[in-house]
């Protein structure tokens, strides 16, 4: 198995798109990219701490590609709005891509410049592409929230 992290606005959505892919084995909501260790929740809406909200994401390369795991991502938000996803404003909710590998690090910078190139945006992509750092999980009532309370697709 791979591992493979993403934020693109409200976690519950982003996980829940992500938990539909053929190939992935599971999927966790959680923080990275931020200051403080074993955040909460309410700490990481507080905006002070640098985190964002995450999907982790673990898959089988045999199933499906890292490039088809970032095509997902790039379809499932705009990733030309800073700090913001619909009505979701602040740091929490930026566009990122946390990679754990170098040719992680190279197909997200491939794919952010093509599709770039390509005008599907009229705005330049803000998309934060970083290294992986410590995920912090986050509470349990947050994982595969929207099954949870019923609006799953």
Same mark, same amino acid.
């Given at each position: 198995?791979?591992?493979? +992290?993403? @934020?693109?606005?409200?976690?519950?959505?982003?996980?829940?798109?992500?938990?539909? *892919? /053929?190939?992935?084995?599971?999927?966790?909501?959680?923080?990275?990219?931020?200051?403080? !260790?074993?955040? +909460?929740?309410? &700490?990481?809406?507080?905006? /002070?701490?640098?985190? #964002? !909200? *995450?999907?982790?994401?673990?898959?089988?390369? $045999?199933? *499906?590609?890292? !490039? $088809?795991?970032?095509?997902?991502?790039? &379809?499932?938000? /705009?990733?030309?709005?800073? &700090?913001?996803?619909?009505?979701?404003?602040?740091?929490? =909710? %930026?566009?990122?891509?946390?990679?754990?590998?170098?040719?992680?690090?190279? #197909?997200?910078?491939?794919?952010? $410049?093509?599709?770039? @190139?390509?005008?599907?945006?009229?705005?330049?992509? *803000?998309?934060?592409?970083?290294?992986?750092?410590?995920? =912090? %999980? @986050?509470?349990? =009532?947050?994982?595969?929230?929207?099954?949870?309370?019923? %609006? #799953?697709?």
């Amino acid at each position: 198995m791979q591992k493979a +992290s993403f @934020a693109a606005g409200c976690f519950w959505g982003v996980e829940e798109t992500f938990r539909h *892919v /053929d190939g992935v084995t599971s999927t966790a909501v959680g923080f990275m990219g931020g200051k403080l !260790e074993n955040p +909460s929740y309410e &700490n990481v809406c507080s905006g /002070d701490t640098g985190h #964002a !909200e *995450v999907v982790h994401v673990e898959y089988d390369p $045999e199933l *499906v590609s890292y !490039e $088809e795991l970032l095509r997902v991502f790039w &379809n499932g938000h /705009d990733p030309t709005t800073p &700090n913001r996803q619909g009505p979701d404003v602040g740091s929490q =909710y %930026r566009s990122a891509i946390f990679f754990y590998t170098p040719e992680q690090e190279a #197909a997200a910078r491939t794919s952010k $410049e093509m599709l770039q @190139a390509s005008d599907k945006f009229k705005d330049p992509i *803000v998309t934060e592409i970083a290294s992986a750092s410590a995920f =912090y %999980r @986050a509470e349990e =009532y947050h994982q595969s929230y929207l099954e949870k309370v019923g %609006r #799953a697709h």
